[in-house]
């Protein structure tokens, strides 16, 4: 595919070189026409390949949840640590009060984010484990859904590193 697209790209490249050469429009619009179609396909096969990693990994979530060892996290082995920070937000309008915005790409405000690390420390038939995981809230919220019994830890009984903490719905 990817080789076509460069076969594609160069004949639709020297067509247009030639139509601005020889100045004929129809020369320029037959080599521009190839150029949008492997625009569009490049832009529909990247959605393709997005929405089937999506559909992938929701398929193996739920595969660990089904077959995986499931273990309850409980607070005496957990540690939290807060991973919060702020970035900041880029002004990325074209236009403000309909003209052209001066301000586009400077810094005009920061967005605090909270997250949190839960950090499990598992002693089982495999010996001593430890599970990391970053979650979108602040760790006090953290610590009161493992308090609460909230949060499952699914574990893959042959290869240990593919685990997931699972936040139950209440």
């Known amino acids: 595919m990817k080789l076509l697209t460069n076969i594609i790209s160069l004949i639709a490249g020297l067509t247009i070189i030639f139509g601005i050469y020889s100045g004929k429009f129809i020369w320029i619009l037959i080599g521009v026409i190839p150029l949008l179609i492997i625009v569009a396909i ?48 880029i002004d990325e309008r074209m236009t403000r009060f309909s003209h052209i915005n001066l301000d586009y790409g400077k810094v005009i405000g920061q967005e605090h984010i909270d997250q949190s690390l839960l950090i499990y420390n598992y002693s089982g038939s495999n010996g001593s484990e430890k599970f990391i995981q970053a979650f979108p809230f602040g760790k006090e919220y953290l610590k009161v859904n493992v308090i609460r019994n909230q949060i499952i830890l699914y574990v893959d009984r042959y290869d240990r590193t593919k685990y997931i903490f699972d936040l139950k719905s209440e």
Do not use: H, P, W
């Not at 309850?72 to 939290?80: A, G, K, Q, R, T």
């Open 42 to 89: 490049i832009f529909l096969e990247q959605r393709k390949i997005a929405g089937n990693t999506v559909a992938l990994m929701t398929k193996e979530i739920e595969q660990l949840k089904r077959s995986g060892e499931k273990i309850s996290v409980d607070l005496d082995n957990c540690e939290f640590k807060d991973s919060s920070y702020s970035q900041d937000i």
